[in-house]
């Protein structure tokens, strides 16, 4: 299986593979940014005191959590330019990915504000904050240390799941290996070593998530103990 | 936009019916590969728990590598990558064990926090009494892990039958390949896909409620 000559073709394919392994960085990279805001957006809208909003914030997080990326994916890209609205491939991969990660990330905010203290919200109001103000000042800072280290586990999993764009044909890692793979047939191959480059964009980052999840914990303990 | 809608409907029970055919088909997939994965898992804990170095640096190994790399990335290496080797497997089969191995390696952390978070001084008190190790993991320590993990294989098992949808990329005939051939043959994207999401809610939602309720019922157990 592994023969010079598939070495040397290993090292004619690596060039290419790198570059696309740069696009999938760069897809997980804007369609985690996408998540970062619009989860937020989505998890303060739940906790707003308006009905009809918290309700809709609702239903995108059921929505998108009981759907397959997939269908996400193929809704926004197949089925927008039915009302008008044509995404390039690389585009259309980072908003499904990125509007599919704020909802699990919506969940993640909620969670964390949900686990400050109330008296800290009470105690800004009594001091003249308003709502907006306690939140941004008081809540969210303490929020960050219980919301970071599952956000930093959902960029792991947002990374693999850029894979999933090669099925619309987005430029990506996934994607030049299928382009490869019917160039030479060698699927093994192929695969493997983008099974590989996976990891090595991967397994780092979810070391990094774990020592965060440990940091977080520590320092958690440490504030309470002041 | 309107035109697209009365077609929808006019052409309604042949685009329901594959669908649903479709669905069936993600069940028996997820169904095969939560089998799978299960197995896997309590084979892969099993090492990952044991004495001796050479099984927890295998699990170890079989975890972190199957758990960072994307699931398709795998499902492509056993239907594409076996069938170059001579090891042909239909699309059915190939999304089963594609699935399994990637679950196997979640649930193998899963079995193994389980398995953890079961008091030591239980096994302590069974090999005192004679057990052995195996009986001792089987009678005393499983029983009660597995009321610690319910919750988590439910989760499981809601992820995974999402994922399945990926198996229409090796042309499995489930739910999203069913989906796409009716696109490709009727150009009613919005509609055929509104349709699956509907469906994939209509399947996921029953298992999330579930998972709450085991959720609650378990956290119920463990303070009696």
């Not at chain 1, 059921?62 to 890209?77: A, D, H, K, S, V």
């Not at chain 2, 994965?37 to 001796?52: K, M, P, Q």
């Not at chain 2, 193998?108 to 069974?126: K, M, P, S």
Request: proline content about 4%; charged content about 15%; aromatic content about 8%.
């Amino acid at each position: 299986m592994i023969s010079a000559a598939t070495l040397a073709l290993v090292r004619e394919w690596m060039p290419e593979l790198i570059v696309a392994a740069g696009y999938t960085l760069r897809m997980a990279v804007l369609a985690y940014g996408l998540g970062l805001v619009a989860g937020l957006l989505v998890a303060l809208g739940e906790m707003s005191r308006r009905r009809w909003l918290s309700r809709a914030c609702r239903v995108y997080i059921e929505f998108i959590r009981g759907t397959p990326t997939l269908t996400q994916l193929f809704l926004i890209y197949f089925g927008l330019p039915s009302v008008g609205i044509v995404l390039p491939s690389f585009a259309a991969a980072v908003v499904a990915l990125g509007l599919h990660y704020a909802a699990y990330m919506a969940e993640i905010y909620r969670a964390g504000i949900a686990a400050v203290d109330q008296g800290q919200g009470e105690a800004a109001s009594a001091i003249g904050m308003s709502r907006a103000e306690a939140m941004r000042h008081i809540v969210l800072p303490q929020a960050i240390r219980i919301i970071v280290p599952p956000l930093a586990n959902n960029a792991v999993a947002l990374l693999k799941d850029t894979s999933v764009a090669s099925l619309i044909a987005a430029p990506e890692l996934m994607m030049r290996a299928d382009d490869i793979t019917s160039e030479f047939y060698m699927p093994m191959q192929v695969y493997c070593l983008a099974g590989v480059m996976y990891f090595i964009m991967a397994f780092p980052l979810s070391l990094g998530a774990r020592w965060l999840e440990r940091a977080m914990a520590r320092s958690r303990i440490r504030a309470r103990r002041a | 936009m309107s035109t697209q809608w009365l077609r929808f409907v006019d052409r309604f029970p042949h685009i329901i019916g594959l669908l649903l055919t479709g669905a069936v088909v993600t069940v028996i997939v997820t169904a095969g590969a939560f089998v799978v994965s299960v197995l896997l898992g309590l084979a892969f804990a099993g090492f990952r728990t044991s004495d001796s170095r050479l099984l927890r640096a295998l699990a170890h190994a079989y975890v972190e590598v199957f758990r960072s790399v994307p699931v398709l990335t795998q499902l492509f290496i056993v239907y594409f990558g076996l069938a170059a080797l001579g090891i042909r497997l239909s699309p059915l089969p190939a999304a089963v064990v594609g699935f399994g191995l990637n679950g196997g390696a979640y649930l193998t952390e899963v079995f193994r926090a389980g398995i953890e978070a079961v008091a030591r001084g239980q096994t302590e008190a069974a090999l005192s009494i004679g057990m052995t190790k195996l009986t001792a993991l089987r009678v005393i320590v499983l029983p009660q892990a597995t009321r610690i993990v319910i919750p988590a294989l439910a989760n499981f098992a809601i992820g995974l039958l999402k994922d399945t949808s990926l198996a229409s990329a090796v042309a499995a005939p489930e739910l999203s390949f069913n989906a796409n051939m009716l696109v490709k043959e009727t150009y009613l994207s919005t509609q055929i896909y509104m349709s699956v999401a509907a469906i994939y809610l209509g399947l996921s939602l029953p298992l999330s409620a579930l998972s709450r309720a085991l959720e609650r019922r378990g956290a119920r157990g463990s303070r009696a």
